[in-house]
């Protein structure tokens, strides 16, 4: 409810703000850039006129719509099958497959958004007019977060693999393995920020309208809402985790210095060492929604190769968009068969004889127009490749002291990231190349600990 008043504070009656649209006087969108600011437009002499009649602005008002026809509960279902068998002694084996379907999940969706502008010429062979908000079906309203309804799905599938040992002859440990498949027409941001785009990349979409795909071709809501079903970039496909426990086997009764002193017991023996960790594959990414593909960008691990650009230590992850005659330290021979010098030959690159995204259009009086096509949903692949994996370790080495019955010390050596490895961040989604000189893990902390009990 909370979110749902907060968003809410943009529309009529609850808005109440009043603005004087300085930027657009005269009905277009240009007015601001055209015109040089009179003095009465500065902080401190600009004002709002709230008496008699006030005039509406040209252009369109912004509001988020709920549609009440789909604002169902959301449903989750589930189902599972398991297997446990000992597979040794004191070891037992978990196989487990489980299941999940999400509906009526939030969803944001286009309505009355201006049509692309290619489309709008090629279907009235007319230049779009000056104030864009003309072209919507109703000028006065811009639902620029989209409408808010409960009418997307979600289907996860999720093979899970446990070997658990319980604490026998000092040892205990877990080891767990899960493959996951998960996609939706919304991930978790969706109901949290909500603001994603047409063109959105990151798990939170916004379903498009057909008159802002290229050629606005007649596909029905269902459809349209087919587009934003991919891949969750929030969750792995791969994971392994694992944690344990060992007794070291030193002291009395152990393996080594099994007949110490008593003093020399309370030194080396009673040891254990923890541990935790994890593993796990990439997460589900794109490339930049700003650039078009014209093929496949990935390349194997074989083929990525490390090299110097901007200064940075950087490693090449996919096929990007960047100029290869400004890197060095790296076999250029190799790096141009895969980036181009000519960046017409890029798989990933802006579309448009200067690369910037617009296409010529021949108007109904003979006219070209160079005219952008951002504003049409991209025709990349949506979340279609995996970053880089990611694995960190933790330890603990730990004791306790007993003085008397009721008194006891206890010592403990925390290792994070006890191997001190760097994980790598995703790649830049338009160059390509992960920047090596920095990493998505903290470096190795070790932590030392006394604990009283008495």
């Avoid at 006129?49 to 912004?62: E, K, L, M």
């Avoid at 789909?70 to 040794?88: G, K, L, P, V």
């Avoid at 999400?102 to 489309?119: C, F, K, T, V």
């Avoid at 078009?292 to 650009?309: E, H, N, V, W």
């Amino acid at each position: 409810m909370s979110q749902i008043l907060q968003t809410s504070r943009t529309n009529p009656p609850l808005n109440l703000r009043f603005t004087n649209p300085l930027g657009n006087l005269d009905g277009s969108e240009t007015y601001g850039v055209r015109t040089a600011p009179q003095p009465n437009y500065y902080v401190g002499k600009a004002a709002v006129d709230v008496n008699g009649t006030i005039v509406i602005p040209p252009s369109a008002q912004s509001m988020l719509p709920y549609d009440y026809n789909n604002w169902n509960d959301t449903r989750a279902r589930e189902w599972n099958f398991s297997i446990e068998r000992e597979i040794m002694k004191d070891t037992g084996l978990r196989l487990s497959y489980i299941g999940t379907r999400g509906s009526n999940l939030e969803q944001r969706y286009s309505l009355n958004a201006r049509p692309a502008e290619i489309n709008y010429e090629l279907q009235t062979g007319q230049t779009p007019p000056a104030n864009r908000d003309l072209m919507r079906t109703n000028p006065n309203w811009a639902f620029g977060n989209g409408v808010l309804a409960k009418n997307g799905y979600s289907n996860t599938h999720a093979l899970q693999a446990e070997v658990e040992r319980r604490y026998s002859s000092g040892l205990a440990f877990q080891v767990f393995y899960v493959y996951t498949r998960s996609l939706a027409t919304t991930d978790a941001g969706a109901s949290t920020s909500g603001n994603g785009a047409i063109n959105d990349t990151a798990g939170s979409p916004m379903v498009p309208e057909r008159g802002q795909l290229l050629g606005a071709p007649n596909l029905s809501y269902d459809q349209l809402l087919r587009l934003v079903y991919y891949n969750s970039t929030a969750i792995p496909p791969h994971r392994i985790t694992w944690n344990g426990i060992y007794d070291l086997p030193f002291g009395r009764g152990k393996k080594f210095a099994a007949h110490t002193s008593r003093w020399m017991d309370a030194l080396v023996g009673g040891w254990q060492l923890a541990t935790i960790g994890t593993f796990r594959s990439g997460t589900w990414l794109s490339v930049t929604p700003n650039e078009y593909l014209f093929g496949d960008p990935t390349i194997s691990p074989d083929q990525r190769m490390t090299l110097t650009y901007n200064g940075r230590n950087q490693l090449l992850y996919f096929r990007g968009d960047f100029d290869p005659t400004r890197a060095t330290n790296v076999d250029m021979s190799k790096l141009t068969a895969l980036v181009p010098v000519d960046r017409n030959a890029r798989v990933l690159k802006p579309v448009g004889a200067a690369f910037d995204n617009r296409v010529p259009v021949t108007l109904s009086n003979g006219t070209v127009r160079l005219t952008p096509i951002t504003d049409t949903v991209n025709w990349n692949a949506r979340a279609f490749f995996m970053g880089p994996r990611n694995w960190n370790t933790d330890a603990s080495v730990f004791k306790n002291f007993h003085f008397t019955e009721s008194v006891n010390l206890r010592f403990t050596a925390d290792f994070f990231n006890m191997f001190n490895h760097p994980n790598n961040n995703n790649p830049n989604n338009a160059t390509g190349m992960v920047d090596l000189s920095t990493q998505a893990n903290d470096p190795r902390i070790i932590q030392f600990s006394l604990r009283l009990s008495f």
